[in-house]
T-cell receptor
Framework: KAGVTQTPRYLIKTRGQQVTLSCSPI?????VSWYQQTPGQGLQFLFE???????NKGNFPGRFSGRQFSNSRSEMNVSTLELGDSALYLC????????????FGQGTRLTVV | AQSVTQLGSHVSVSEGALVLLRCNYS??????LFWYVQYPNQGLQLLLK??????LVKGINGFEAEFKKSETSFHLTKPSAHMSDAAEYFC????????????FGKGTRLHILP
């Protein structure tokens, strides 16, 4: 069974640009969550999607958005990039709810210059 | 709302010594509790989880954790540290019976001294 796949693994963008990150969950998993990981703040919850609907949202500005497709694949978009958006973005998938085990991808390392 | 506090952002132990990583949680309802491990440039991997069955939970790689409701703690232990245990460890909480997010602690980096 393939694991959670995140693409791309590494990305360098310029301030003001926008970026789209992709996450393919484990087959059969319907819940996809996104986290931002930085040395200072640790792992911060961005949002969770379940059956194409955003079910939970963290405390991030509206520049951070996401969506989920009918095949459960998810994308995360960040517009008007700021230097502080440089981080490891992790995607996690689970069968139905967040109360079960979450399986993580290797992450996308975003660097904003 | 739930929260997690991990005591110590860095912990160093000698190879062969006891590993103890501390985690305290806050939750308004019975929690699910997790420990995850992250190796460099990798995602997180589940070590073990508590879901209201046994209070002593055994995980992979010889790790275990004990749920203590009276102390709102879920400390992670391993009797004898190996060099390969060097990694960052995250404690996490989720609220039982709710479609809620998993909240992570800030992590503890474990260093193993030869």
């Amino acid at each position: 069974k393939a694991g959670v796949t995140q693409t791309p693994r590494y990305l360098i963008k310029t301030r003001g640009q926008q970026v789209t990150l992709s996450c393919s969950p484990i087959s059969g998993h319907r819940s996809v969550s996104w986290y931002q990981q930085t040395p200072g703040q640790g792992l911060q919850f961005l949002f969770e999607y379940f059956s194409e609907t955003q079910r939970n949202k963290g405390n991030f500005p509206g520049r951070f958005s996401g969506r989920q497709f009918s095949n459960s694949r998810s994308e995360m978009n960040v517009s008007t990039l700021e230097l502080g958006d440089s981080a490891l973005y992790l995607c996690a998938s689970s069968l139905a709810t967040q109360n079960g085990e979450a399986f993580f991808g290797q992450g996308t390392r975003l660097t904003v210059v | 709302a739930q929260s997690v506090t991990q005591l110590g952002s860095h912990v160093s132990v000698s190879e062969g010594a006891l590993v103890l990583l501390r985690c305290n949680y806050s939750s308004s309802v019975p929690p699910y509790l997790f420990w995850y491990v992250q190796y460099p440039n990798q995602g997180l991997q589940l070590l073990l989880k508590y879901t209201s069955a046994a209070t002593l939970v055994k995980g992979i790689n010889g790790f275990e954790a004990e749920f203590k409701k009276s102390e709102t703690s879920f400390h992670l232990t391993k009797p004898s540290a190996h060099m390969s245990d060097a990694a960052e460890y995250f404690c996490a909480v989720s609220e039982m019976n709710r479609d809620d997010k998993i909240i992570f602690g800030k992590g503890t980096r474990l260093h193993i001294l030869p």
